[in-house]
């Protein structure tokens, strides 16, 4: 007899080959899936803060409020759903620290040796953190000139 065909033994063995083989992937897919939530989780920290920095340099530079300390607090704190302590919570669940002094500084680089100062000019440093993940970002406002 001429047999061009599968019995059902040599089919149920490679249905059991498959599913080992699937079985001994999950744990490779979980670690990789959780990488994937890191960094998914590290663009949502970034986009938040880059979208907060924007909205500062816009209401200082264009509606030429005041660089001050407080105004900044008030810019983030009006866009923040909750206020936690000194932080303030985010709609997409970014926690940004409240900016103190050490944050907001005049801008200063160095030329030949020498700090000069550009005037009417902030370096502003602002920390955000989503779970255990944090990160920092630092910008440079310029304040329209009347």
Sequence with gaps: MNKKAFTL??????????????VSAIPFMFRSFGGFNEITTQEVIVNSLQEVSTVISRRIIFDNEIASLDNINGIISSLAV???????????????????????NTYTYKKNGSNIEVSDCLKITLKGSKGEHNHILNFIVFPATR
């Excluded at 033994?9 to 699937?22: D, K, Y």
């Excluded at 206020?83 to 103190?100: H, Q, R």
Aim: no cysteine; glycine share 6%; aromatic share 2%.
């Design 9 to 22: 033994i040599e089919l149920l063995l490679v249905v059991v080959i498959i599913s080992i083989l699937a």
């Design 82 to 104: 909750n206020t936690v302590g000194n932080n303030y919570e985010l709609p997409s669940g970014v926690i940004i620290e409240k900016v103190t002094n050490s944050d907001v």
